[in-house]
């Protein structure tokens, strides 16, 4: 097995553990073990726990830069807010480990607050901007606050992602995504139209 297979097994195991128990709970003893992998590979590798935390900040980051938007305008209002949602639940389900991480430790972790906060910032921004250009064009009224209503298109998504998260892990059975973020949507414009 090749050096970037070990890391990415390491990786692999290390979310896993973590979306299920905990940061605190993933030692380097069971993740070595659900990696397949000898302990001192992800020593090597890593360096230590943190640097698997590390790596998985440093591939969140990159993918928030990554993060595309500029062909939203083009499209009809529902159908915009209905692809940003997608794409945020999209990006926290990939991120789920860095995501729970934050929710549990982030006081202890700096760099893990400060990553789901670029986070925050990133989908604030961009419904922001589509509010604004919005309400320029006619489509909303201008009687809405974009900078609260923005903050209240991600509270909504990030609570249906937790709701998600905790279903998943209880097996309770989950609605539809499509139909629920379509609903979501039809339900935030009543209100901001």
């Known amino acids: 097995m090749g050096k970037q297979d070990t890391k990415l097994k390491l990786l692999q195991a ?3 553990l973590v979306v299920e128990n905990g940061y605190q709970a993933a030692t380097t003893i069971k993740i070595a073990q659900l990696a397949g992998v000898n ?3 992800l020593f090597r590798l890593f360096g230590n726990k943190k ?3 590390l790596a998985l900040i440093a591939q969140c980051v990159h993918d928030i830069d990554n993060l595309q938007n500029e062909q939203l ?3 009809e209002l ?3 807010l209905f692809q940003v949602a997608q794409q945020y639940q999209t990006f926290m389900r990939t991120h789920e480990a860095l995501v729970m991480v934050g929710l549990k430790e982030s006081l202890q972790l700096e760099e893990v607050k400060e990553a789901t906060n670029k986070l925050a910032v990133h989908f604030k921004k961009v419904v922001e901007t589509i509010l604004i250009q919005r309400i320029q064009t006619g489509e909303i009224t ?3 606050n974009p900078k609260i209503q923005a903050d209240n298109f991600n509270w909504l998504n990030f609570g249906y992602f937790l709701t998600q998260h905790n279903a998943h892990n209880s097996k309770l059975s989950e609605p539809k995504r499509t139909d629920f973020l379509r609903e979501h949507i039809h339900e935030y414009l ?3 139209l």
């Open 14 to 16: 290390f979310t896993e």
């Open 39 to 41: 302990e001192s590979s």
């Open 51 to 53: 640097g698997l935390l």
């Open 73 to 75: 305008e083009q499209l």
């Open 78 to 80: 529902s159908e915009c």
């Open 142 to 144: 201008k009687k809405i």
């Open 190 to 192: 009543r209100g901001i």
